[in-house]
């Protein structure tokens, strides 16, 4: 069991028991301010000023308050183009068509020179056609997760989760599925950032098992080799993705969300019908509409 105690003021107990105000206890015990059980950790914290975090991820939860480890963790960012690290990102959330994919990717130390070489850095500026010469490297060498949800499937999905909260649970299911690969994820593990931590972890209540203690940063894919890699894994999943739908219904259809878009859109309807097309575009688009004024 771990146990990490600090001494928080009171601004900074009232704001940990804001972060984590739907884990409040309600018998608390003797002597206490307030107690909180999150995940894996009972935060319990006292008048006294003196908080007690327990519990298997008691160094998680108390990184934010313990300058001690919180030292540790500002080394291990400074430092992530040396050492094992774990990250990732998601595709297709700006795209009408196609579906919403999420990879998550672990480097060892031993494979950073290895991905470096392969120039991954900026993966906003790679063509598709090197994506898809360099993903499936990645993939075969590194360990890695990927989530692909088809059209139908998120339109089924967004009918309960709006856009953040479907990306906040995805991004939590592939490092689910990364941790059951590598056993235990590394300590920096980093979100390509889409909402404030708080509000990403907020979004995950009620999921079975959360991962925390991942560090958020925007434009993460261009300061973490993993983020690049996830990103362009997502990346490859998302083209060969497009590349199968588009076979299928024997039609070419415009990425992003603009106005060739909602051309295709119309064409779309005019071969398969207006039921169908869920089957290939994320509906709550505002393109759905544009569409069918078209029509
Ligand atoms: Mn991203």
Redesign the pocket.
Known sequence: MNTITCILNENQRLHLKHVFQEYLVLNTPPYAEYQLKPENCTITAYLSGKVVFQGKDATTYAATYNPEVKKEKSKAVTHSDHQSHAGS??VGTGDYFGPVCVSACFIGQQDIAWVKSLKVNDSKQLTDEKIIEIAPQLMERLDHSLLIVSPSKYNQIHNAYNMNQIKAILHNQAYLHLKSKIQQLPKLAVV?Q?TPEKSYYHYLVGQKEIIRGLHFETKA?SHYLAVACA?MIARYAFLKSWEAMETQYEMNLGKGAGAKVDQDGVAFIKKYGKERLGEVAKLHFKNTEKIADLL
């Open positions: 990102d998601e390509d889409f894919e990103s």
